[in-house]
């Protein structure tokens, strides 16, 4: 069962950057796709960035250009650089495998908090 651990998270002005970070165990971390999700308050948790096994990434339509998903194999670590930042990026920032997300698992860390404000 994975298990994950989000930090980085703060406050930014806008047009600020921050750089969130994912330590994950529990499972064979090279073979997993990973993902970054957020939830605002009153919304749905949204899938915001991806990353497969082999590096190929997707990047939901409001982050794209200004948001970076990488991973460290060797740390079992997957990272977001956000860039750009905008007040409409304030949201919990969850991180978890790929196949949870589709398989709607109810696993999730407890997230790292992003405000954008000035």
């Known amino acids: 069962q994975v298990q994950v651990v989000e930090s980085g998270g703060g406050l930014a002005q806008p047009g600020g950057s921050l750089r969130l970070s994912c330590a994950v165990s529990?499972?064979?971390?090279?073979?997993?796709?990973m993902g970054w999700y957020r939830q605002a308050p009153g919304d749905e948790r949204e899938m915001v960035a991806s990353?497969?096994?082999?590096?190929?990434?997707v990047y939901a339509d409001s982050v794209q250009g200004r948001f970076t998903i990488s991973r460290d194999n060797g740390k079992n670590t997957v990272y977001l650089q956000m860039n750009s930042l905008k007040p409409e990026d304030t949201a919990v920032y969850y991180c978890?495998?790929?196949?949870?997300?589709?398989?709607?698992?109810?696993?999730w860390g407890q997230g790292t908090q992003v405000t954008v404000s000035s």
């Open positions: 978890n495998t790929v196949q949870n997300w589709a398989r709607k698992s109810n696993y």
């Open positions: 529990g499972i064979s971390f090279s073979g997993y796709a």
């Open positions: 990353i497969t096994s082999s590096g190929v990434t």
